[in-house]
């Protein structure tokens, strides 16, 4: 009997129903499942060579859609689409929420010195940065300079935002001591919010202005879009 939780496999094609919010959700929850990090060499190997089977039909006896599903899981977590490398494993959105929460951890800290705002500021830059590029699109060379254009704005903003806001606070003499240990409690909201708009922004803004390679339902390259960038 057929499982109902996988669908009629499709190559390069998500699971869940991406016309519904449920669906979107789900397949967010499915790409950012913190199991595949433990995912062995020889079981990416299965993976990979069980999805070029299916795309030159050639598969083994007995394969089932969840077996496909669960392969195409697998190599889109740790596998570069473009250039079919693997993604270090900080960086890959599998790993956004083991690695990301000490971080955050980190910024939320009470008590903090300049130093340690400096710190978990520019650690937190430092891994959005890492996250943007390795899963960039790599259909078109970027000059290397784009991006640390973007990694030093992005620093340079968080820490300067972190630095500012506190720095204000300390010096409002209206609140009182507790008030205002209460409220540096929220400085890093606005500094990580902006300055992870200008990550974005600076790492990402070569595939806006240039677009990237949109293929056919073959996998052939049919010409470059700025319009698919911006989607």
Not at 32 to 46: A, G, M, N, W
Not at 63 to 70: F, G, P, R, S
């Amino acid at each position: 009997m057929a499982n109902s939780n996988y669908p009629p496999f499709a190559l390069g094609k998500s699971r869940f129903d991406q016309s519904t919010f449920l669906g979107r959700f789900r397949h967010f929850l499915d790409i950012t499942d913190p199991r595949t990090l433990f995912v062995s060499e020889k079981q990416l190997h299965d993976a990979v060579k069980l999805l070029q089977d299916y795309k030159i039909g050639k598969l083994p006896d007995g394969v089932t859609n969840e077996q496909l599903w669960k392969a195409q899981k697998i190599k889109q977590a740790i596998i570069h689409p473009d250039t079919n490398e693997k993604i270090f494993m900080p960086f890959r959105m599998s790993g956004f929420v083991p690695f990301g929460t000490p971080i955050v951890v980190g910024l939320l800290l009470p008590n903090q010195t300049m130093k340690s705002i400096i710190f978990w500021q520019w650690l937190n830059q430092s891994h959005n940065a890492g996250v943007n590029y390795a899963n960039r699109n790599a259909s078109k060379p970027t000059p290397v300079s784009e991006f640390t254009i973007g990694y030093i704005a992005a620093v340079t903003s968080a820490v300067g935002i972190a630095l500012g806001l506190t720095s204000i606070i300390k010096k409002a003499d209206r609140f009182s001591p507790s008030t205002r240990k209460a409220v540096q409690r929220f400085v890093p909201f606005p500094a990580v919010a902006f300055a992870s708009v200008c990550n974005v922004l600076f790492m990402r803004r070569g595939e806006l202005s240039r677009g990237f390679e949109v293929v056919d339902k073959d996998g052939k390259t049919v010409g470059t879009s700025k319009i698919a960038a911006k989607k």
